[in-house]
T-cell receptor
């Protein structure tokens, strides 16, 4: 049973380009969470999705950031017109259908560097 | 604002030492608590859940004080491999598992 798979592991983009980060949850998991870890900071929640639905996007920046989890395929976190401040590690986590105290399993992350 | 506060450290201890980390949380609606471990440039991994009655897993003991909104982690007989950043995490459990992370406490265990 493969774990949470994220790709790419490392992504370099020039300012103004688009970044697309992909996350495939663990088998049997239908809930996906995206977190961002800025340098020297803790992980911050961005968005929670179920298949074809955004459940909670309270942590998403208002502009340039979007997320989806289509019926088929991985969840995508999309950052348009990247700026240097977007450089961070982006972690995806998945969990089975929500139960109390359910552990969320994290992928290895995508390290985005904006140059 | 929902926050989890931790001493960033680093805590420098020799092998075999006992070390304790503390953390406080501000959201009184938090219901579940965890300690995660994060190695340098790696993903966080669950170390243990924290229960009101306190719980132990080998050399690790976690305690929760709901009245003070305070969580602790005790590591006995430290190993070199315990060197990592320890993340205190609270979860509101509002139907799903959105986690609020502290910035982490760094532990360095030396020979």
């Amino acid at each position: 049973n493969a774990g949470v798979m994220q790709n790419p592991r490392h992504l370099v983009r020039r300012r103004g380009q688009e970044a697309r980060l992909r996350c495939s949850p663990m088998k049997g998991h239908s809930h996906v969470y995206w977190y961002r870890q800025l340098p020297e900071e803790g992980l911050k929640f961005m968005v929670y999705l179920q298949k074809e639905n955004i459940i909670d996007e309270s942590g998403m920046p208002k502009e340039r950031f979007s997320a989806e989890f289509p019926k088929e395929g991985p969840s995508i976190l999309r950052i348009q017109q990247v700026v240097r401040g977007d450089s961070a590690a982006y972690f995806c986590a998945s969990s089975p259908p929500a139960l109390k105290n359910t552990e969320a399993f994290f992928g290895q992350g995508t390290r985005l560097t904006v140059v | 604002r929902k926050e989890v506060e931790q001493d960033p450290g680093p805590f420098n201890v020799p092998e075999g030492a006992t070390v304790a980390f503390n953390c406080t949380y501000s959201n009184s609606a938090s219901q579940s608590f965890f300690w995660y471990r994060q190695d340098c440039r790696k993903e966080p991994k669950l170390l243990m859940s924290v229960y009101s009655s306190g719980n132990e897993d080998g050399r690790f003991t976690a305690q929760l004080n709901r009245a003070s909104q305070y969580i602790s982690l005790l590591i006995r007989d430290s190993k070199l491999s315990d060197s990592a950043t320890y993340l205190c995490v609270a979860c509101e459990n509002s139907g799903y598992s959105t986690l609020t992370f502290g910035k982490g406490t760094m532990l360095l265990v030396s020979p």
